[in-house]
């Protein structure tokens, strides 16, 4: 069974820095594509990064590029998201989603809060 | 980038068809790809390609697509039907982006 588990949302304030991790089992990590998406309270869902399966390829919304960092570890079969200059319209739950030319599996998402 | 548009609300009567469309330019170049969203639940994927299903999805749920248009049927709507759906695609001007739609709320009257 596919799985992904992501974990490291929370309160931040304006400026601050916060890691998301999402583990990952039940499928050969190594072999796909991820992503991150976000959405607002009660907004929808906006792209926010994707990886390659190595990590050698990357991609932004430009709302995030340079403050955004998407990596991952095969070897940890873990992916992650470094937010750094966080502003108040970067609150959102944040999902970690897997790519079969598709996204087709999604993990439950955790809340990040930008406020002082 | 790109911009996929679609319906903010629609109703459907228990056990009749509702469509939902979704609109953009990206639709000419990729198949869309539809989630349904329950609240406070993650998006759960519907349909994809052309026309297809993963395993689980009921049969009453199909796909289609004409020029910038792509569309989610749900054929005899079921009240656990009722829920937020987005279409998704890549962005086709020459960014690696993907896109997700402005979402569409269903009600199961």
């Known amino acids: 069974e596919v799985q992904l588990v992501e974990s490291g949302g929370g309160l931040v304030q304006p400026g601050g820095s916060l890691r998301l991790s999402c583990a990952a089992s039940?499928?050969?990590?190594?072999?796909?594509?991820m992503h991150w998406v976000r959405q607002a309270p009660g907004k929808g869902l906006v792209w926010v990064s994707r990886?390659?399966?190595?990590?050698?390829?990357?991609s932004y919304a430009d709302s995030v590029k340079g403050r955004f960092t998407i990596s991952r570890d095969n070897a940890k079969n873990t992916l992650y998201l470094q937010m750094n200059s966080l502003r108040a319209e970067d609150t959102a739950v944040y999902y970690c989603?897997?790519?079969?030319?598709?996204?087709?599996?999604w993990g439950q998402g955790t809340l990040v809060t930008v406020s002082s | 980038s790109s911009e996929l548009t679609q319906d903010p609300a629609v109703s459907v009567a228990l056990g009749q068809t509702v469509r939902i469309t979704c609109q953009g330019d990206?639709?000419?170049?990729?198949?869309a790809s539809w989630y349904q969203q329950k609240p406070g639940q993650a998006p759960v994927l519907v349909i994809y390609?052309?026309?297809n299903r993963p395993s689980g999805i009921p049969d009453r749920f199909s796909g289609s697509s004409s020029g910038n248009t792509a569309s989610l049927t749900i054929t005899g709507a079921q009240a656990e039907d009722e829920a937020d759906y987005y279409c998704?695609?890549?962005?086709?001007?020459?960014?690696?982006?993907?896109?997700f739609g402005t979402g569409t709320k269903v009600t199961v009257l």
């Open positions: 989603a897997r790519d079969f030319q598709i996204i087709d599996y």
């Open positions: 990886i390659n399966s190595d990590g050698s390829s990357t």
């Open positions: 998704n695609s890549r962005d086709s001007s020459g960014n690696p982006y993907y896109v």
């Open positions: 390609g052309k026309n």
């Open positions: 039940g499928f050969t990590f190594s072999s796909y594509w």
């Open positions: 990206s639709l000419r170049s990729y198949y």
